[in-house]
């Protein structure tokens, strides 16, 4: 994880394509795309997008559109280019991931760490990709698997998080926590995050977890408002594997997938979490160390500092 390649083109012949994906229910993404498409269409490269988003877009007619959101729709594509707020990023991470084609993230939201540029880049980022001036970052993801009566009933994977949570408002969910297959401690809670490093700056952050740097090798496990002494955040080695139990006698939960995929936990369900088979391929312009990210993001102050002595 963490490890950076240089870009390297797909496809065949001199042919280069890129997929754009778009939250076309923002102005300003409308505005962007159509700027980066413009852009890359200028300098003789291909664009392919989705057919439900190019009906929102101002789009000529050389684009090309491709019908359905599936891994194959990336086929021959040197890079993807994703336009949005988180949202719209973790939904272009499952696209990258499925297909292994690297994306590059523009933020048009809020915070958007999984974003490589903001709007005010668009022109750096047309032209990196056009001389094909980024890095390729790999990701860290996780594999989810669900039991019940020592039955699989579901998988699923996650870039940032997997969540286990309570459906109940009135009710708390009990849960036992298990790391490598031993018990650590049992609580009544609103649910448990197991986040990757770069989820850690995701719902594990707003749940009280530390802030983890995404080149260190680690799984996260992090409660969110345990009625308990010992419900401390947890960072467990890489090959570890987490798991949550919840207890037979406990309303059913609900697992959520980097908040976009979820499934209903029966009582007793046990969640297995561990490091995923498949990471996410991100594109990088920058160099800038992630400390110099984090600082910018959440607008830490750092006045008063001086350095190292020279």
């Known amino acids: 994880m963490g490890e950076r390649t240089a870009a390297e083109p797909a496809g065949t012949g001199d042919a280069r394509t890129v997929f754009l994906l778009a939250h076309t229910g923002r102005p300003a993404a409308i505005r962007s795309a159509e700027l980066v498409v413009q852009g890359l269409l200028r300098h003789g490269l291909h664009v392919r997008v989705l057919e439900a988003e190019a009906a929102d877009l101002p789009l000529p ?13 990336l086929d021959d594509c ?61 990701r ?9 009566n020592g039955d699989v009933i579901h998988r699923d994977w996650a870039l940032n998080e997997a969540a286990v949570q309570k459906v109940s408002p009135e009710r ?27 989820g850690s ?55 959520w997938c980097d908040g976009r995929r979820t499934v209903e936990l029966p009582p007793g369900a046990r969640v297995e979490v561990r490091r995923g088979a498949v990471p996410v391929r991100l594109a990088r312009l920058h160099h800038a160390s992630f400390t110099d990210r984090l600082v910018a993001k959440f607008a830490l102050p750092i006045s008063g500092w001086r350095g190292a002595p020279r």
């Open 140 to 148: 860290m993801t996780i594999d989810v698997v669900v039991h019940s």
């Open 201 to 255: 700056t995701a719902y594990a952050f707003s749940a009280g977890g530390p802030v983890v740097w995404p080149e260190v090798e680690a799984l996260l496990m992090v409660p969110i408002s345990a009625h308990a002494l010992f419900a401390k955040p947890l960072v467990t080695s890489p090959t570890s594997v987490l798991a949550v139990e919840v207890q037979p006698h406990t309303p059913h939960g609900v697992l």
């Open 78 to 138: 040197e890079l993807l280019i994703v336009l949005g707020g988180d949202g719209t990023l973790l939904r272009g991470a499952e696209f990258a991931r499925a297909s292994g084609v690297p994306m590059l993230g523009v933020n048009l939201g809020r915070v958007g760490f999984l974003a490589e540029a903001e709007r005010d880049d668009l022109d750096k980022v047309v032209d990196r990709v056009v001389t094909r001036e980024y890095e390729v970052e790999e």
């Open 61 to 73: 007619p050389s684009v090309e559109t491709v019908p359905e959101a599936t891994a194959g729709c």
């Open 172 to 198: 708390m969910l009990e849960a036992v926590l298990e790391i490598d297959g031993r018990p650590v401690t049992a609580f009544g809670c609103d649910g448990i995050v197991c986040a990757t490093p770069t």
